[in-house]
């Protein structure tokens, strides 16, 4: 099954400040590269995703870099805020048919106002 | 829209006891499945579901049993609770488009003393 490491486990920054969480995964069948946001007491949402065929993704502050050679993907933050502190994770997979998914242990980001 | 619906939010059950969970979704989702989160340990698939009729086992699926009768339900059953299985439990679906997220509840927290 598809192993995957996230890092860094804990991340604080000032408020302003970029982050950058990355993740790595061993198959590299993968081809769709999620990452989801937990607030306190909910469940996980996506809020960004990229697929193998393009390098990066940006949706205003946030974007997503991948490096499928080196089977690795990173999440960028940048002007960090307040609400952006949360859980981080990702959850690299195949596409074809309903593949399990399996979660990087997440990245707790704080940002101090 | 409702998404993903999880009943109860929280749960205090003594060792032995058995429950189950309950998780609906209206979205028409083939794809269910249910997490658990422990600190430290991200998400950890229970077990999962491509369809009514078709389940199927994660990563930790020893002490619990589903099943699918329809689309929209998928409960988790706790036949013998056991204080290893305090953590919250988050159900899951997803659609079929090949970029598809998954759409989360907002847990059951439970505690097993």
């Known amino acids: 099954g598809e192993n995957v490491e996230q890092h860094p486990s804990t991340l604080s920054v000032q408020e302003g400040d970029s982050a950058v969480i990355k993740c790595t995964y061993s198959?590299?069948?993968?081809?769709?590269f999620p990452w989801y946001k937990q607030e306190l007491g909910k469940g996980p949402q996506l809020i960004i995703d990229i697929r193998s065929n393009v390098g990066e993704k940006k949706d205003q502050r946030i974007a997503v870099t991948l490096n499928k050679t080196a089977k690795h993907f990173s999440l960028h933050i940048t002007e960090t805020q307040p609400e952006d502190s949360a859980v981080y994770f990702c959850a690299p997979r195949k596409t074809g048919g309903y593949q399990k998914v399996t979660f990087g242990t997440g990245t707790k980001l704080q940002v101090i106002p | 829209n409702a998404g993903v619906t999880q009943t109860p939010k929280f749960q205090v059950l003594k060792t032995g006891q058995s429950m189950t969970l309950q998780c609906a979704q209206d979205?028409?989702?083939?794809?269910m499945s249910w997490y658990r989160q422990d600190p430290g340990m991200g998400l950890r698939l229970i077990h999962y579901s491509v369809g009514a009729g078709i389940t199927d086992q994660g990563e930790v699926p020893n002490g619990y049993n589903v099943s699918r009768s329809t689309t929209e339900d998928f409960p988790l059953r706790l036949l013998s609770a056991a204080p290893s299985q305090t953590s919250v439990y988050f159900c899951?679906?997803?659609?079929?488009?090949?970029?598809?997220?998954?759409?989360f509840g907002n847990g059951t927290r439970l505690t097993v003393t």
């Open positions: 899951a679906s997803r659609g079929t488009g090949i970029n598809s997220p998954l759409h």
């Open positions: 979205m028409n989702h083939e794809y």
């Open positions: 198959d590299s069948a993968s081809n769709y």
